[in-house]
Every structure is written in C-alpha cells, then in structure tokens.
C-alpha cells in the first residue's frame, strides 16, 4: 500500500516542481517595469492641450476617483494634431474638467506623444 502511494505521489510532486520552476523563470524574465523612465517621460513632457472628443467615466471609487477613458485631439505645439486615447484615474471634484466637448490642458512627452500626463494632481494617468 506505502508503495502504491510514493508510486503516484512522486511523478506527481517531481511535475509540481518542474511546473514551480518554469512559472518562476518565467517571472523573471519579464522586463520590469522602470519607474525612471515614467520620470523622464513627464520630466521631458511639454505643455499642450486637447479637445475631448469623447469621455467615459466609471463609478466613483472608496478614494474618491473614477476611471474616466477619453479619446482626444492633441494639439502639439510644432507637431500637426493627432488623436490618442488615454485612461486616467481623475477625483471626482474634477471630472467636470473631462467632460466630453472640453478643452484639456496636458503635458505630453514629445519622444512619445502617446505619454500624455494631465497638468495637475487631479488626475492620474493609468498605464
């Protein structure tokens, strides 16, 4: 009986382990995410503004935010307008200012006009 047991329970605990070490490799491998370069990117973001050509906003959160995705017209000093899409986490005394039909001041990183940061501490970009 002892026998039939370690029979099964040892190809069973060697795939356990194989599995474990995969999934663990694995984990390690992705790149991480570099907090730097999200720095950089506003350090080196200039002012701009949009057009919200639309707005979703979500429930309000316990902390007092809501999920709000906008699709915008970004007016890029020196570069033609382009439309981007961005998701921020905005309190929800502001969300007047993420209306759909506002204008928007931003910053945006002119290396990656996709990194678009709102102009003040109301609102957070997700990523």
Known sequence: MSTDIIVILVPLLTIGLVIW???RMRRQRKPKKDKADDRTRLERAVWAWA???NSTQ??????????????????????PVYPARVTWLVDKESLGYVEKGKELALKVDPLGPDHIY??????KPMV
């Open 118 to 123: 709102p102009n003040g501490s109301w609102a």
């Open 58 to 79: 979500g429930p309000i959160s316990s902390f007092g935010v809501s999920k709000v995705e906008m699709e915008l017209e970004v007016h890029l000093p020196g570069s």
């Open 21 to 23: 070490f995969f999934t």
């Open 51 to 53: 057009n919200i050509l």
